[in-house]
């Protein structure tokens, strides 16, 4: 008994001395900036997380690992492409580590739990290529919430015009992730579209992210037979689902979004697919093409659109470092906010009051399948 | 019409693949009176081995299927004597929670990067696609490998039990344990080998449901090894050709749920027989409802 009330004892005064101890937060220096990336380094979308990360590293050294006379200290987060784990990261990055600012993430999954995380907090985010409309907007503005990239109600829209215009397509058929906002969203941008351009949508089959077995609703979609398979998806499903769609004789063509945009899609399956995009290394504009230079020369192969745009996104945050002469969050936001066509790589950046980039252009890739590379096809400008 | 003929084709693909891995749930259930959750993740473990034996060993893939069936049947047997022996006459409800512990120790473990890494990861089929089409019917050759291959091993899985002496333990175990014991069975043995065999069969299920659904990860067994189980209540739990029959059952379901009603539909209609089954007949379709005999 005695024994015992020593133990509980020692056990008291741990508690009380961790207690004590996490109550200390390691103070930053007064010349350190830490701006946070938060990428799914690991999961079902990791080469977005590798490519961004990639692409924010190279950034920062160009920048000379300064900006403003402020030292960048990085803190990267892999939100693993799930919704807990970017929350749970993002809390992290703004509550223990304190970031002024965030790059991510790369997907509307992932990018909508931590805009409502960052609008609480007040840190500033840019993702790179989160394209949901309600990354920004749910109904109202997150003051807090940029994006580098074009919306989906304009990618599906530009995918629309493509098909209709361009391939001269009438029937379409959809296949979308019901448990993914980004591919509902796109999907139901695109249906809306296509209907609206005089197109007729004839099936809109939904599946959940763990579902592998597509032969029933591959099955139907091959007997009606449309012009399109809109496939808005990611690009490990993507594979998945066209190499079950030929083998059932789907003759459709398929058409899909950015989530497509990998190195790890399955060229020789998708040979021939067209997909909306937000940059072309083929683009000639001299800023394009000084970037893909660098990138090649530093990781030795061509930047997708997910790294194009993670600089994109790393430039801003930099810029409003700069033009906010100050590692205060809300002090960085509103210089993000006021930016007036700032040049970056894939445009000249505005944000308007819904935190998205005014007028930026889609592009329309085609998949080469035997380079292992994309054809640029045509670009398509927001009306 | 024809559309319908080739959903019941989809559906008979499906059924097969969890036809392997429902035969191990009823093999286990039938001898130890325990579900083994951890069975979905010998399944998906398996699809990995096949994987990594034809991707990076680059073994033919009748190898490679040998190869995952030996692995997931170790595997299922140190799953067996580290997990479940010690509990086995300790009350029912311990033995099922650690068995859904090992479930989540074999999907987490792999998931660490010097393992299996938390990827998902596509790869093409070492099996060149062709399909045939008969009477406007597609069928690849990927189907047809699946058919013969789960035909030959349900046949070699008879063989076993009804003529050989292992086969007879096996029977005798599942009986009744002191009893085995008394006729001089060594049930440790006998139980160790269901789990081999039972193993084994999701490991092979494994590497062909990785040709059939070229995108694996670490918690591929979850939906997977559930349906599976399922199918086997539903075609009567601890009985071997109810497994069969339920997963057939399920395949088919399943497909002809998300043909005619709706995708979304499948996962709850499958959830919804399980429901019923339990409701209405528990013991499955091919059970017969025999009274505890003191």
């Given amino acids: 008994m005695k024994r015992m009330k020593w133990v509980a004892l020692l056990l008291v005064v741990m508690f009380v001395f961790s207690v004590a101890l996490s109550g200390c937060a390691p103070k930053t220096a007064s010349n350190v900036i830490k701006i946070g990336l938060i990428v799914p380094l690991t999961g079902n979308v990791a080469t977005f997380g590798q490519s961004i990360q990639n692409a924010f590293n190279l950034e920062i050294k160009q920048a000379g690992g300064t900006v403003a006379g402020y030292t960048i200290q990085t803190v990267v987060a892999d939100d693993q492409n799930t919704a807990n784990q970017a929350t749970a990261v993002a809390i992290k990055l703004c509550t223990q580590d304190k970031v002024s600012a965030i790059v991510g993430s790369a997907t509307s999954l992932t990018t909508i739990p931590i805009s409502v995380v960052c609008e609480q907090y007040h840190v500033p985010f840019v993702t790179p290529t989160a394209t949901n409309v309600k990354v920004t907007m749910d109904p109202t503005r997150k003051i807090y919430a940029f994006r580098a990239c074009f919306i989906d109600p304009f990618q599906g829209l530009a995918g629309a015009t493509f098909d209709y215009n361009y391939l001269h397509a009438k029937t379409a058929a959809a296949m979308f992730d019901e448990t993914n906002a980004y591919s509902s969203g796109l999907k139901d941008a695109y249906v809306q579209a296509f209907t609206k351009l005089g197109g007729k949508v004839v099936a809109q089959m939904a599946y959940t992210t763990t579902d592998t077995d597509f032969s029933a609703d591959l099955t139907q979609i091959a007997k009606l037979n449309p012009d399109i398979l809109y496939l808005p998806d990611y690009y490990q499903k993507v594979s998945l689902i066209g190499g079950q769609a030929r083998n059932l004789g789907v003759k459709s063509i398929f058409m899909g979004g950015d989530g497509w945009d990998s190195s790890d899609l399955n060229f020789a399956v998708m040979n021939g697919s067209y997909f909306t995009n937000h940059y072309s290394a083929d683009d000639p504009s001299p800023t394009i093409q000084a970037w893909v230079s660098a990138y090649k020369a530093a990781y030795g192969s061509v930047p997708d659109a997910l790294a194009t745009l993670g600089a994109d996104a790393t430039l801003i945050v930099l810029q409003g470092v700069r033009d906010a002469q100050s590692t205060d969050p809300t002090k960085i936001k509103d210089a993000i906010q006021n930016l007036n066509g700032f040049q970056g790589i894939t445009a000249k950046f505005t944000f308007g009051p819904d935190g998205n980039p005014v007028n930026k252009p889609a592009v329309v890739l085609q998949i080469n399948g035997p380079a292992k590379k994309y054809n640029f096809i045509t670009e398509v400008a927001p009306s | ?294």
């Fill in chain 2, 1 to 294: 019409m024809v559309t319908f003929f080739q959903q019941v084709v989809n559906g008979l693909q499906l059924g097969l693949v969890y036809a392997l891995i429902a035969l191990g749930y009823t093999m286990v259930y039938g001898i130890i009176k325990l579900i083994n959750f951890a069975h979905g993740d010998v399944f998906m473990v398996g699809a990995f081995m096949g994987y990594i034996g034809f991707t990076f060993v680059k073994l033919p893939w009748p190898v490679a299927l040998v190869m995952a069936l030996i692995t997931c049947a170790v595997i299922g047997v140190i799953n067996e004597r580290l997990v479940y022996r010690p509990l086995r006459y300790a009350a029912k409800i311990s033995a099922l929670i650690s068995a859904i512990g090992a479930s989540f120790f074999i999907e987490y473990f792999t998931s660490l990067n010097f393992v299996f890494g938390p990827n998902y990861i596509s790869y093409t089929p070492p099996i060149k696609e062709i399909t045939w089409i008969i009477g406007g019917v597609r069928i690849t050759d990927i189907q047809v490998v699946i058919l013969v291959t789960v035909a030959a091993f349900l046949a070699l899985l008879q063989l076993l039990i009804f003529r050989t002496k292992l086969g007879s333990a096996m029977r005798t175990v599942s009986f009744d344990h002191d009893a085995a014991r008394l006729m001089g069975v060594d049930v440790d043995r006998t139980i160790s080998f269901t789990f081999f065999v039972g193993s084994g069969l999701a490991g092979i299920g494994g590497v062909l449901f990785g040709f059939a659904y070229p995108e694996i990860w670490t918690f591929l067994g979850v939906m997977t090894g559930l349906k599976a189980f399922i199918a086997a209540v539903l075609g009567g739990i601890g009985i071997i050709p109810g497994a069969v029959l339920g997963a057939l059952i399920m395949g088919q379901v399943e497909i002809m749920t998300a043909a005619y009603i709706s995708s979304q539909a499948r996962d709850a209609v499958a959830f919804a027989i399980l429901i019923i089954v339990l409701l209405i007949r528990p013991s499955g379709i091919l059970g017969r409802n025999e009274p505890e005999k003191i």
